[in-house]
């Protein structure tokens, strides 16, 4: 069976206002309706009801940048949203250790894992990002230590069901900075990590595996022709109605 084919756009902190993030939704859900593969628009937090408004009758699904570790609907915990409160604005997926919250919020390990469990337990899709840093990448052990970090976030988490895992795999190096991995070292390490996964849990053969890292029109379909790349995770070209849906239209 062929595994799905995801695009997903992080907006990150942009655009400044709500009106903007309802308009840039209301584009791409116009504009995704004929696409053979599932798509999301993954807002910031201020931003999830205006888009989400947006996005309710079409096909582009509604995703959340982060969610609460603790296991609790509501509570005492300033700043927190939890899994239930985002399933209640209609999020459908979020990520979980994207490098940005690992470098400046310190995210990683224990509470990736709780994340991710939060998520599954509570009907959200987790997307877990995994990445090397340039010198990594350099030093040539970039595939040991991404697995080394896969393993160490899913294994806690194996007696859960991991159907809706969905994996990312975003060289630090390549995100936002109009350097993109090449499609074969991309190719090479999707082998890798997807041989990394089928031996911690047979049903991760179905778990997508997106390339994320400066992909734009001009490269999607390098990509997209990658038999162990199951797709995009996009960040500065997804605020571009047009380009994100070029993107999506090399992975459908
Ligand atoms: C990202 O932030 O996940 C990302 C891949 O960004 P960009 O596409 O801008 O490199």
């Given at each position: 069976m062929p595994r799905q084919q995801w695009v997903i756009g992080n907006w990150k902190m942009n655009p400044v206002t709500a009106k903007a993030a309802a308009e840039l939704a209301s584009d791409l859900s116009q504009s995704a309706s004929k696409l053979n593969c599932s798509?999301?628009?993954?807002?910031?937090?201020?931003?999830?009801a205006a888009a989400g408004n947006s996005?309710?009758?079409?096909?582009?699904?509604?995703?959340?940048q982060n969610l609460c570790a603790l296991e609790v609907?509501?509570?005492?915990?300033?700043?927190?949203?939890?899994?239930?409160?985002?399933?209640?604005?209609?999020?459908?997926?979020?990520?979980?250790?994207?490098?940005?919250?690992?470098?400046?919020?310190?995210?990683?390990g224990d509470v990736l894992s709780q994340k991710i469990q939060r998520a599954l337990e509570s009907g959200l899709r987790p997307v877990l990002c995994v990445g090397e840093d340039l010198a990594t990448r350099e030093s040539g052990n970039h595939l040991e230590q991404v697995a080394a970090d896969l393993v160490r976030v899913l294994t806690p988490l194996l007696d859960q069901d991991w159907s809706t895992l969905i994996l990312a795999y975003e060289p630090i190096w390549a995100?936002?900075?109009?350097?993109?991995?090449?499609?074969?070292?991309?190719?090479?390490?999707?082998?890798?990590?997807?041989a990394v996964l089928l031996g911690l849990k047979a049903e991760a053969q179905h778990t997508p595996i997106l390339y994320g890292g400066s992909v734009k029109p001009s490269n999607a379909a390098a990509y997209a022709a990658c038999a162990n790349i199951d797709g995009a995770l996009v960040g500065g070209a997804s605020l571009i109605a047009d380009d994100f849906m070029d993107i999506a239209r090399a992975f459908s």
């Open positions: 798509v999301a628009a993954v807002p910031s937090a201020a931003h999830l996005l309710s009758e079409g096909p582009v699904l509604l995703g959340a609907a509501s509570g005492a915990h300033t700043g927190e949203i939890s899994a239930e409160q985002l399933k209640d604005l209609g999020v459908s997926l979020v990520l979980v250790g994207h490098s940005e919250r690992r470098a400046n919020q310190g995210e990683a995100i936002g900075t109009g350097r993109s991995a090449n499609p074969e070292d991309a190719e090479q390490m999707h082998q890798h990590l997807r």
